[in-house]
């Protein structure tokens, strides 16, 4: 045996691992895009031994699984899978995982070992510690590497203060941060897209381009996770992370390479430019709100001011971007699950066809759906047939579901476990660019914690969102599109 290769899932009996990780390593393993000889050990509070925790992963992963782990695919994979009963906090727990570590690479010239942290983020530090005093994250024989999930700190604060404990212990290249929306094939795609074809890059800037939007709704209350979401709120659970991602991708400079470093310079780039409203300007610049119903959710503080909706303007300023709208909004309890892009290009410089008594031509709008429909849509005008000059809006459709009918659309963490053990970090999120992310939302964060902040506005569950985020855009003379679902 000439290699082994072990991910050791710290939290392994967590949601994550049930729902996210096994399911995805079971489908890798089936496709075969597992390096040989790899082991996965769980490592996690609960008592278990090996069968006790396999069986208990095996109906997490078929009753959680998108799409669920059958029998087949789960038995040729389960033997891969062991279990150490863990207390983070006790030294002892890491020398007991050394001892599997060893007892599995027993015999191999090379061992690479993938740390997981599936944790609730205050035990990262502990989790890195307990690693390093085991001498676990020194790297002999092959490579050590760290997974970390998000939220990565709570404010710029928090995240560098967890950036030097990581990197006290691990390298920078070692460090595999998650953005899960960056393993999103849709997502992926929006490179390809932006990148693989010539005729939109001349288009993508200040003078073709009015405004961009970004929206990730969806229609699930915070449910069981208040525990998590009532002292997050939206702007750390989707803002700070997806939707900034989601801005990068679609704002950023053509990389000169595929190479990870290129891409993620060109994504740090973007935030980098992205002006800084301070508290005073984020309360003319963002709505806050809450859904009804919120307070009384499980969990949640009798008297909680957490937003579970937000909707921002930003501005990206370089040459390529200086003046145009960036607006974000995200919220729980909506009216539908979307995350879109659209790009809303300039109307046409002059309307010929006003006499005709036809209200003006619709914008063009390229939507660009992440999902859960992933595709686009282009909108443009076109005469309505009989009519004299009636103009209508018609859309220009690609969907992955009918071109690529038949064509599996692999789940997030599938492609980025297979990055992670491959060492290809394109898809993870460097040090400096969540640095950046919070530096943007900082302000933001202390706008809406001060009691003097604008008002909280309440929304109906299953509505599009308050009123005064329709207000954001009207103040411009925009309004929010969405072409990628049924229409608001
Ligand atoms: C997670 C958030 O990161 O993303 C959740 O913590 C949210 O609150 C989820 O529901 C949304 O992800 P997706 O892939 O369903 O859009």
């Not at 035990?123 to 939220?151: D, H, T």
């Not at 030097?164 to 795609?189: C, P, W």
């Not at 709704?217 to 989601?246: F, I, K």
């Not at 995200?330 to 300039?346: D, L, P, T, V």
């Amino acid at each position: 045996m000439s290699s082994v290769t072990t991910i050791v899932i710290i939290g392994g009996t967590g949601d994550l691992a049930q729902r996210k990780l096994l399911p995805a390593l079971v489908r890798l393993a089936a496709k075969g895009r597992l390096p040989e000889n790899l082991a996965v050990i769980g490592f996690a509070r609960a008592q278990h031994d090996d069968a006790s925790y396999r069986e208990l992963m095996w109906s997490g992963a078929h009753e959680h699984g998108d799409p669920p782990v059958e029998r087949p695919a789960w038995d040729a994979f389960a033997p891969r899978l062991s279990y150490v009963c863990a207390d983070l906090a006790d030294p002892a727990s890491f020398d007991t995982l050394r001892g599997r570590l060893e007892a599995i690479e027993a015999g191999a010239e090379r061992v690479d070992r993938l740390f997981y942290l599936a944790i609730s983020p205050a035990l990262f530090a502990p989790a890195i510690a307990g690693l390093e005093a085991a001498g676990l994250a020194r790297e002999e024989k092959g490579w050590r590497r760290v997974v970390v999930e998000k939220p990565f700190g709570h404010d710029e604060e928090s995240a560098a203060e967890l950036d030097r404990r990581i990197h006290a212990v691990f390298g920078e290249s070692q460090v595999y941060r998650i953005d899960h929306y960056l393993g999103k094939e849709t997502v992926q795609n929006l490179l390809v897209f932006r990148f693989a074809n010539a005729i939109f890059e001349p288009l993508w800037n200040r003078n073709y381009i009015d405004n961009v939007q970004i929206t990730a709704s969806e229609e699930v209350t915070v449910g069981d996770r208040a525990g998590y979401y009532d002292s997050s709120g939206v702007v750390r659970d989707m803002v700070q992370n997806h939707l900034l991602q989601l801005l990068c991708l679609v704002a950023m400079e053509p990389p000169s390479s595929q190479n990870a470093e290129s891409l993620r310079s060109k994504r740090v780039e973007v935030l980098d430019a992205v002006r800084r409203w301070s508290p005073k300007e984020f309360a003319k610049n963002a709505v806050a709100g809450q859904y009804d119903g919120y307070l009384d959710e499980r969990g949640v503080a009798p008297d909680s001011r957490t937003p579970t909706y937000a909707a921002m303007r930003l501005f990206i300023d370089n040459w390529r971007w200086q003046g145009v709208p960036f607006y974000l909004r995200s919220g729980k309890a909506m009216a539908g699950k979307r995350s879109e892009i659209a790009i809303q290009f300039k109307a046409p410089p002059l309307t010929i066809f006003a006499h005709q008594g036809s209200q003006d031509p619709a914008p063009n709008v390229l939507a660009m759906c992440v999902g859960p429909d992933g595709g686009f849509h282009l909108r443009f005008s076109t005469k309505v047939p009989d009519q004299a000059m009636l103009i209508e809006s018609a859309h220009m459709e690609f969907h992955y579901r009918t071109s690529f009918a038949g064509h599996e659309i692999p789940e997030a963490y599938q492609r980025l476990l297979e990055d992670a053990l491959a060492g290809d970090a394109s898809l993870f999120i460097r040090s400096d660019q969540i640095a950046q992310a919070w530096s943007i939302v900082d302000p933001l964060l202390r706008c809406w914690a001060d009691p003097a902040s604008p008002k909280l506005e309440r929304y109906a569950t299953g509505s599009w969102g308050p009123a005064a985020a329709d207000e954001l855009l009207a103040q411009d003379g925009f309004a929010w599109q969405s072409l990628c679902g049924h229409d608001e």
